[in-house]
């Protein structure tokens, strides 16, 4: 008799298999779910990894072209009516708003004119920084909760194992191993969510910074020419 409530309770009859499929059918409603939005956020996190680091190399490459072709030409005007209409480089678009107010404000004496350009380039770099920086929260969100989200579905299944000894009133290993590895599931899969997003975070960080101090030091150059 107590083997057949242990078997009710704790899904005995396919507590055997131990694939990932398994554990997640075997697996309560809160347990379910802590899984299901753990494999979101990380599907959505591995998404986003992947658009930055394609956003990094190309305005990585456009940046570089820009530069050259800048230092090489004979003037900055002309430069600038040869630039297309749109352009996604960061750098070429702050570049493209200075030259539009520098050209803009030519009857204004040179104090004025040089201090609308710099507001101008510091409104185009902090919009562009913005830009660039666009759901690095959610990187950092899931890199710092995903583990404990995790942890709240271990208890919470650790929780109903002990809840079946208490049923079954025994304590074999075969009533007690197939809810705790369901628990132990949604750790392993918070960690696997949290760990590339912060790794991912942290890489990312630095190489907006490295971006954009290499855009200030463009920008501080140009401005002192102007």
């Known amino acids: 008799m107590e083997q057949e409530i242990a078997a009710q309770v704790v899904g005995l009859g396919g507590a055997t298999d131990f694939s990932l499929w398994q554990l997640f059918l075997r697996a309560d409603f809160v347990v379910k779910s802590v899984i299901i939005i753990l494999i979101f956020s990380s599907i959505f996190s591995w998404a986003l990894i992947f658009e930055k680091a394609r956003l990094f190399r190309r305005i990585d490459k456009s940046t570089q072209l820009f530069e050259d072709k800048f230092w090489k030409s004979k003037s900055a005007e002309a430069f600038y009516k040869n630039l297309p209409n749109k352009t996604e480089d960061p750098l070429t678009n702050i570049f493209k708003s200075a030259m539009g107010e520098l050209i803009k404000t030519r009857s204004k004496s040179s104090s004025v ?55 079954s009133r025994n304590t074999s290993l075969a009533i007690v191993a197939p809810g705790i590895a369901e628990a132990l599931f949604a750790t392993a899969l918070g960690l696997l969510a949290a760990i590339p997003a912060v790794i991912a975070y942290n890489k990312f960080n630095s190489d907006s910074q490295r971006y954009f101090s290499r855009v200030d030091n463009f920008c501080k150059r140009f401005l002192s020419i102007v």
């Open 113 to 167: 004119q040089s201090a609308r350009v710099e507001r101008v380039v510091e409104v185009s770099t902090d919009k562009a920084l913005k830009e660039i920086e666009k759901n690095f929260t959610y990187l950092a969100t899931v890199g710092s909760t995903a583990p404990f989200i995790g942890l709240f579905g271990t208890v919470w299944g650790i929780m109903n194992s002990f809840q079946s000894i208490a049923i």
